[in-house]
């Protein structure tokens, strides 16, 4: 499995975001994408889940262009916002029963990725009574519940203590190793250490990056 | 895996109790407010001047003359002022309320009744104008008490010059007759008014117009407690589910659609006791109109319902968050039905006022609501409230995309 990024373009206005962006991801690995605030990491996520229409050019997965089957792409795409897309006023199982059946919930529940990222603690509570962290956690099961090959996740982790990012990372781990592919925009130097390869978006182009831990060098190369 | 409207639906029931506590603390506070301002409106009407038509017949010397004493000399020339006109002068004057009613003086009106003849002059208002009719009234009965005491005084005059004059045997019974003469003429005179009534709007009583102004007012503001729903300024959701291929059209309908139900069912929880305790509290209350048009009624609350639902959600869009949603719904409504008359007449405003006010989202719910009790009303205002249902709908659900839109793609 593998997904490719080929020639994308997005204006807004006169104003070119992404002017040429492509790139491949193989599956089972995880691929960091870095930049600036403004220079259209989350454009370019937004536009891949489907959320934006690009300018031009395509997103290939088995050579097949997701832009033009949206239902297919729904299905291989999962997105994880910036912020919590939950309904407050209902418990996290409520929440769920809106991303997959009853029946799916309670085999991940039991053993799967909702048991993973710690769901079952705390089902019954309203989103509204729940911490930053358990909304993150829960906000990622939503988003990945149709069981997506391709993550996408966009600042996912962020304001996150170290307890919740483990179990997301553990949780990213496993789907490596199952062999789906993770997109991840961050600033954090703790995500960029999950990931396998890494690119920089400049000036509308993305640039390999070849992470060595060297935080310095990664300023200087935005 | 349930759909975004069951789930829309059960996140409304579990607010429902807060959202039917917000609405009845609400209202009671607009019903003493809207109390303190029909207290401070009718204490200045009191002190207004009116301005009464005089039609028909009044080529007679003796009535001109009255008319002339009135407008000097009576103390009423203070709060009346009487001018002569066509009737169908007036009755354009009184549509348009730049009088408060007109006199019909019958043909021969003066020489009949000085005949001891009763024909009934007609006494047209617009029925807005309770104080006028009880200030005639009043007047009336003033005169006639003036007439029955100096009719008395002077059959006693009469009476005490006949028996200083040594006659009072012989005579009385003149004086009686005289005495009932006056008291005959005088109570006659008590049947000579008649008032007729041509309505507000469209035939409506003033009770009837004044029902559809306040129950616009009322549906249009239980809306208000939803802002803590509907306004976010967190739309993740709404990508998410744009992502999984739920479009932002299915999604705003689904929120729709949850609202809308939500809001029948706020408006039967606090129009239902409402209507009990109206009729607990006073039986003829709701003797106003009959089941069948109670029935009706209520009927056409459901496409105005369909129509404020979706300028709820357009103004929820458009606020962002709660404060400025709850704000900015709140003076909308107000000033839409103010200029759509739930406040006042109508015909109370200038021409183009009026003018507007048909064109207004809130003009085209009120004609709505009138059509059951409005006489030879026609169904032309639905066609109005499912255009402005459909236009709020496409304009909030362009504002949704282009804030998500926006959202991701500006921030980026």
Redesign the interface.
């Given at each position: 499995m593998k997904i490719e990024i080929r020639n994308i373009r997005k204006n807004y206005g006169k104003q070119p975001v992404l002017k040429d962006v492509s790139f491949t991801v193989e599956g089972g690995k995880c691929v960091g994408i870095l930049g600036g605030n403004g220079c259209g990491k989350s454009t370019l996520l937004s536009i891949l889940a489907g959320i934006q229409s690009a300018d031009g050019g395509a997103f290939l997965y088995e050579d097949k262009d997701l832009f033009t089957y949206p239902r297919q792409r729904a299905q291989l795409v999962g997105y994880v916002p910036q912020g919590t897309p939950l309904i407050e006023e209902l418990t996290a199982k409520d929440n769920l029963s809106l991303w997959c059946s009853k029946e799916k919930m309670e085999k991940e529940l039991q053993n799967g990725v909702f048991k993973l990222l710690g769901l079952d603690e705390f089902l019954k509570v309203p989103v509204s009574k729940m911490s930053g962290g358990m909304k993150k956690r829960l906000s990622i099961g939503c988003s990945i519940a149709h069981d997506p090959p391709i993550l996408l996740l966009d600042e996912a982790m962020a304001a996150l203590d170290i307890s919740c990012k483990q179990k997301i990372f553990d949780y990213i781990g496993a789907h490596k190793r199952r062999g789906g592919i993770v997109l991840l925009v961050t600033h954090d130097v703790m995500e960029l250490e999950l990931c396998d390869e890494w690119y920089i978006l400049k000036n509308g182009m993305v640039h390999p990056f070849d992470y060595t831990g060297d935080t310095a060098e990664l300023v200087r190369s935005f | 895996?349930?759909?975004?409207f069951s789930?829309q639906c059960?996140?409304v029931m579990?607010?429902f109790p807060f959202i039917l506590i917000v609405t009845v603390v609400l209202f009671a506070a607009l019903a003493v407010m809207l109390s303190g301002l029909m207290s401070a409106y009718n204490n200045s009407e009191k002190n207004a001047v009116f301005k009464v038509g005089i039609t028909g017949d009044t080529d007679n010397e003796m009535l001109q003359m009255a008319i002339v004493a009135f407008q000097s000399f009576d103390e009423s020339r203070f709060s009346v002022e009487f001018v002569e006109m066509e009737q169908t002068v007036a009755e354009a004057a009184l549509q348009k309320g730049t009088i408060s009613a007109y006199l019909e003086l019958p043909e021969d009106f003066v020489e009949k009744a000085m005949r001891g003849e009763v024909e009934p002059m007609y006494y047209v208002t617009s029925a807005g104008a309770d104080n006028i009719v009880n200030m005639f009234k009043n007047e009336i009965t003033s005169l006639v008490t003036d007439v029955v005491v100096s009719s008395q005084q002077g059959s006693f005059g009469l009476q005490e010059a006949l028996d200083d004059n040594d006659v009072a045997g012989k005579h009385g019974e003149w004086v009686n007759a005289l005495a009932i003469e006056y008291v005959n003429l005088v109570l006659k005179r008590t049947e000579a008014i008649t008032v007729n009534e041509l309505g507000i709007s469209e035939g409506m009583r003033t009770v009837e117009y004044y029902l559809c102004g306040m129950t616009l007012l009322f549906l249009m503001l239980l809306g208000l407690p939803f802002v803590a729903?509907y306004a976010r300024q967190?739309?993740?959701?709404n990508?998410?589910?744009?992502?999984?291929?739920v479009s932002g059209f299915r999604q705003l309908f689904d929120e729709w659609l949850s609202h809308f139900l939500s809001l029948l069912c706020l408006a039967a929880a606090v129009f239902v006791p409402l209507l009990a305790f109206s009729a607990t509290a006073d039986p003829t209350a709701l003797q106003m109109l009959s089941t069948h048009e109670w029935l009706t009624y209520t009927l056409f609350f459901i496409p105005v319902l369909a129509m404020v639902s979706a300028f709820n959600l357009f103004i929820f869009e458009i606020g962002g968050n709660v404060v400025s949603g709850a704000l900015l719904h709140f003076f909308a409504v107000l000033c839409m039905c103010y200029v759509s008359g739930c406040f006042y007449p109508v015909y109370a405003f200038p021409h183009a006022v009026q003018t507007l006010e048909r064109f207004l989202p809130t003009g085209v719910a009120r004609e709505t609501l009138a059509i059951a009790l409005a006489e030879g009303a026609d169904l032309r205002p639905l066609i109005g409230v499912a255009v402005y249902a459909v236009a709020f709908f496409a304009a909030a659900w362009l504002v949704r995309m282009h804030t998500?839109?926006r959202r991701?793609?500006?921030?980026?």
């Open positions: - | 895996m349930r759909t975004y789930l059960k996140r579990k607010v729903i967190d739309r993740s959701l990508v998410l589910l744009l992502s999984r291929g998500l839109h991701e793609g500006g921030t980026a």
